[in-house]
């Protein structure tokens, strides 16, 4: 399983993009990377996945440059609510289940 | 509604005395998992299952028993509890392997005196 870096915390102010990067070295062919949200004493939620280029939805974007060794979570104008933990993950079906998710990057919205 | 379910959702016990942690999920997923989370340390998976009576370890897996008997049930298992099992655990279902969304039960905070 191919191991994440990413910051420890991150500090933004209501309205802002905020980017929350991922470096994964040894990031894997079948592998994809999938970004996680959790609030205090809740379970993580799922925000966005992507294999490579540009994944968007209604909540974020992912951009995962051509050598796929990192990845950016990409959250528009955020708001106070958006203080959580954000994970950033790489898994393949082919390693079955073991996931590791890291220590996560703490994000600090103020108004 | 489609949901992961844990219980008890706060537990306090004593050394030694052996407990269970239910988790159950409506989504006919077939693989379940089990972290634990502590302060500064994010999520560490505890064990996992790919289908019933299919079970593995993660990486914090000392301690710590499971059992998949049936397809929605995946319960964790403290024989001899100790302080150091002191956390915030959850339960996470999806439906095909890692690369698929997780869907996690609203955690058990358990505290061992």
């Known amino acids: 399983l191919a191991k994440t870096t990413q910051p420890i915390s991150m500090d933004s102010y209501e309205g802002q993009e905020v980017n929350i990067t991922c470096s994964h070295n040894?990031?894997?062919?079948?592998?994809?990377i999938t970004w996680y949200q959790q609030f205090p004493s809740q379970g993580p939620r799922f925000i966005i996945q992507?294999?490579?280029t540009k994944v968007t939805n209604e909540v974020a974007s992912l951009f995962i440059p051509a050598d796929r060794k990192s990845s950016t979570l990409s959250l528009p104008r955020v708001s106070l609510s958006d203080t959580a933990v954000y994970y950033c993950?790489?898994?393949?079906?082919?390693?079955?289940?073991?996931?590791?998710f890291g220590a996560g990057t703490r994000l600090f919205v103020k108004a | 509604e489609a949901q992961v379910t844990q219980n008890p959702r706060y537990l306090i016990t004593v050394t030694g005395k052996k407990l269970t942690v239910t988790c159950s999920q409506n989504?006919?997923?077939?693989?379940m998992s089990w972290y634990r989370q502590d302060p500064g340390l994010g999520l560490r998976q505890i064990y996992y299952?790919?289908?019933?009576?299919?079970?593995d370890k993660g990486d914090v897996p000392e301690g710590y028993k499971v059992s998949r008997k049936e397809k929605r049930n995946f319960p964790l298992i403290l024989e001899s509890p100790s302080p150091n099992q002191t956390s915030l655990y959850f339960c996470?279902?999806?439906?095909?392997?890692?690369?698929?969304?997780?869907?996690f039960g609203p955690g058990t905070r358990l505290t061992v005196l």
């Open positions: 040894n990031i894997a062919t079948n592998d994809y």
């Open positions: 993950l790489v898994g393949d079906v082919t390693g079955g289940f073991k996931t590791i």
């Open positions: 992507g294999y490579k």
């Open positions: 996470a279902s999806t439906l095909q392997g890692s690369t698929d969304t997780q869907y």
């Open positions: 299952s790919m289908n019933v009576e299919v079970t």
């Open positions: 989504m006919n997923h077939e693989y």
